[in-house]
């Protein structure tokens, strides 16, 4: 399965425009990571483009799955028996070291974001849902505590001000946008 098949078969599911997944996958990206291929600033499990934790404690400090390793099944689970090499990683199922999302591509990395939402219980990228990106961000991807909504949704605004000051104004906000993609050349 390649970037594109995977794109167009989940924006067909949720009838979004590829182009509505890459704008919104874009901007999600550049308020976790600013765009860039980090770890989570601070030294936090989060990792990649949209901060997929590697390692997860609970609150007795037992580790368990993390989400980029829930990520990482769910893309795997596309590819089926052909699983590419990319998606295995040495000691990934060891819940202390987990999967390292930033150890892919770009390209790869939206894969990971595209099958975890896509199989996700109750999330739905759909352009009603996508429209709202703050929202869908919050309830959708990020795992903080309710207590710091507001602050946090506050923060996704902010950086979507500051998205928009690197782009042209565009006709449709949904079509054309490639920032992402300029930003990281194949």
Do not use: C
């Not at 067909?12 to 890459?22: I, K, M």
């Not at 704008?23 to 989570?40: F, L, P, T, W």
């Amino acid at each position: 399965m390649t970037y594109e098949e995977l794109l167009n078969s989940v924006s067909s599911y949720y009838g979004s425009s590829p182009e509505l997944l890459e704008n919104s996958m874009d901007r999600i990206a550049y308020h976790e990571s600013k765009g860039k291929n980090v770890y989570q600033e601070g030294g936090g499990p989060g990792a990649g483009l949209f901060q997929y934790e590697r390692t997860f404690k609970d609150d007795e400090g037992v580790y368990g799955q993390a989400g980029g390793m829930t990520a990482r099944n769910r893309l795997a689970g596309f590819f089926g028996n052909n699983v590419p090499d990319w998606l295995n990683q040495e000691g990934m199922n060891n819940p202390e070291i987990g999967f390292d999302a930033s150890r892919l591509n770009p390209e790869q990395q939206k894969m990971l974001f595209l099958a975890d939402k896509r199989m996700t219980p109750n999330v739905y990228m759909t352009p009603e849902n996508l429209s709202n990106l703050t929202n869908f961000w919050a309830t959708s991807h990020w795992k903080g505590p309710e207590s710091q909504y507001e602050d946090r949704t506050a923060s996704f605004d902010r950086d979507m001000e500051d998205y928009n000051k690197f782009i042209q104004p565009i006709d449709d906000v949904y079509a054309g946008n490639d920032k992402l993609n300029r930003a990281f050349p194949k």
